[in-house]
């Protein structure tokens, strides 16, 4: 699994043009799920979003927790995340095919709001993304690098 953590100020997902999801402070997460994922991947992906330590101390230091500042998290399915662009025009091959990744998207849904407010986009419909990230602080994470 791979998934693009931006801290935002505030976040919102519209399908459609209507908005139908929004979070204050928190993370909003593209989440990328490929062929060869598996429920342990979601289960360490989950943990490393909920436990990062990436909003600032007193100090000016990042080193408060998501549950620290009370935020929240809005995910966001990407399955662009397992492109292949050694050409010019993008292979999704290594992207999980719905009926795989629709099962694991919830489960980091659920592991995720087992601790923290939980928001979410449309899996599958296309959708436009706005966020105020702030900082910016924008992590790459990968559970094959993790």
Do not use: W
Not at 21 to 28: E, H, M, R, V
Not at 82 to 107: I, M, N, V, W
């Amino acid at each position: 699994m791979r998934a693009v953590v931006t801290r935002v100020k505030n976040a919102f997902v519209t399908v459609a043009e209507q908005k139908i999801a929004a979070i204050a402070q928190g993370y909003l997460v593209l989440l990328g799920i490929s062929t060869a994922d598996t429920q342990a991947q979601v289960q360490k992906l989950a943990d490393k979003v909920c436990n990062l330590r990436v909003f600032e101390d007193e100090d000016g230091k990042m080193n408060r927790s998501l549950a620290q500042v009370d935020g929240s998290i809005l995910v966001v399915s990407q399955f662009t995340l397992y492109a292949d662009c050694k050409s010019r025009r993008p292979g999704f091959t290594a992207a999980a095919r719905g009926e795989q990744a629709l099962p694991l998207y919830h489960a980091f849904l659920s592991a995720c709001a087992a601790r923290f407010p939980v928001a979410h986009g449309e899996f599958g419909a296309d959708m436009q993304v706005f966020s105020q990230n702030d900082g910016p602080v924008t992590l790459l994470l990968d559970t094959d690098t993790l």
